[in-house]
């Protein structure tokens, strides 16, 4: 704990503006009014279908990321990365692959061909995870196979000295808040994530196996969001926007809870800022993925427990 404390305090210490993180915490609180008031995601994203629900969530987090990047160069007056093909290339990129994976276009009526009925609600809910190797981990690494595999970070993924101590002890003392907050009706509605369909009886197994193979590709779908908020969007950005790449990416990070509870939606922003701090400083994204994966899988024991 004592090195993420002072990760935090040499990032805050060097990156703090009290005037430019106000106006962005008043930014992000207009947003969230806005989402929670109107149910923007829930009613209005995912009314589209197809490539325009696609383009909806692109303008929807590009939005989010640029009007803090606009923020940050108008109060630390440095317009620089703007004029930085790298900055368009890669910023877009990220925001697009992020879309896509929100949106899924296609992805149920294929299921609906492909599956049974029985099967497809679960078959669904598993290549939703499963999908995001495939639109974000695959391209990620493509990208960086042709562009920047003479950093040699791997966006985070090179494993370089890696302490997992400061990160497990985070976890134990997220078990007590995890215990309480599953007694909150909202998240006894939202939680667990895999949810009871038949699909293990249309099968002739026991229903372990099939919760089994959810939760992996769960857990695997929290790979792929570190590699991409955490490892691209700070690790393969930092060298052209530095220390504002962490705010930029909790933004969008934030962006991408919409659709869930609005106290995880709070709390994403200062998860997302302390992951990014993390990353920024260590180089990894494994911090963030052991702190991610744990999390989802405790508040999913916790869940089925409750329930």
């Known amino acids: 704990m004592k090195k993420i404390w002072g990760f935090l305090h040499r990032h805050v210490y060097a990156d703090f503006q009290w005037r430019y993180y106000s106006v962005v915490a ?11 008031y109107f149910d923007y995601e829930d009613s209005v994203l995912d009314s589209y279908e197809g490539l325009l629900r696609t383009l909806f969530y692109f303008l929807t987090y590009a939005f989010g990321y640029y ?69 974000v981990t695959a391209p ?29 002890y985070m976890l134990l003392m997220m078990v007590p808040l995890l215990v309480a907050a599953s007694f909150n009706p909202g998240f006894i509605q939202q939680y ?13 197994v026991p229903e372990w196996i099939t919760v089994f193979l959810y939760e992996i590709a769960y857990g695997l779908d929290f790979v792929s969001v570190e590699l991409l908020f955490r490892g691209f969007m ?47 400083e260590t180089k990894s994204i494994w911090g963030g993925v052991i702190i991610h994966i744990g999390i989802a899988w405790l508040m999913e024991l916790t869940a089925f427990l409750q329930h």
């Open 26 to 36: 008043l930014f992000l609180l207009g947003c969230l009014f806005f989402n929670y």
């Open 67 to 135: 009007v803090v990047l606009f923020l940050y160069s108008l109060f630390s007056r440095q317009q620089g990365f703007w004029f930085k093909k790298e900055f368009w290339v890669k910023s877009t990129f990220a925001l697009a692959l992020l879309s896509v994976d929100s949106s899924r276009p296609f992805l149920r009526p294929v299921i609906s061909v492909l599956m049974e009925p029985e099967l497809q609600y679960w078959s669904y809910k598993v290549a939703t995870n499963l999908i995001s190797q495939v639109v």
């Open 140 to 168: 990620l690494l493509i990208f960086y196979r042709f562009n920047d595999r003479q950093q040699g970070h791997g966006y985070g993924l090179a494993v370089r000295q890696f302490d997992v101590r400061p990160y497990f």
């Open 192 to 204: 667990p994530m895999y949810k009871t369909s038949g699909a293990h009886a249309f099968l002739g």
């Open 234 to 280: 700070v690790i393969g950005l930092m060298h052209v926007l530095g220390r504002s790449a962490v705010i930029a990416m909790a933004t969008v990070y934030c962006f991408l809870h919409f659709g869930k509870p609005a106290g995880e939606a709070v709390s994403s922003i200062f998860g997302g800022y302390i992951l990014g701090v993390v990353s920024y």
